[in-house]
């Protein structure tokens, strides 16, 4: 939330309009950061530390990834884009 503050600080030093764009992806960006921590809470009762923390940065890796390869499909026009 504070990196969130000082973007929108930034923006209005630099005099930068704030779109609504902008607050919603402020926004959907907090509420990506929930799920993840209830997803963490949640795998930490069951888990030792060191599996918590690794099967989180795999779920957020792979999260960040999908979008990106399915933007890498469309511009290769790739068989398997069209199944989806």
């Given at each position: 939330?504070?990196?969130s503050?000082?973007?929108?600080a930034v923006l209005l030093?630099?005099?930068?309009?704030i779109t609504?764009?902008?607050?919603?992806?402020?926004?959907n960006?907090f509420?990506k950061?929930?799920?993840l921590?209830?997803?963490?809470?949640?795998?930490?009762?069951?888990?030792?530390?060191?599996?918590?923390?690794?099967?989180?940065?795999?779920?957020y890796l792979?999260s960040?990834?999908?979008?990106?390869?399915?933007d890498?499909?469309?511009?290769?026009?790739n068989?398997?884009?069209?199944?989806?």
């Amino acid at each position: 939330m504070f990196q969130s503050i000082v973007f929108l600080a930034v923006l209005l030093i630099k005099d930068i309009e704030i779109t609504n764009i902008i607050i919603w992806s402020i926004i959907n960006t907090f509420i990506k950061l929930e799920i993840l921590l209830a997803i963490v809470f949640f795998m930490s009762t069951f888990m030792s530390n060191i599996l918590v923390i690794a099967s989180s940065l795999m779920l957020y890796l792979a999260s960040h990834s999908y979008s990106l390869i399915l933007d890498m499909l469309v511009k290769t026009k790739n068989e398997l884009i069209i199944n989806i």
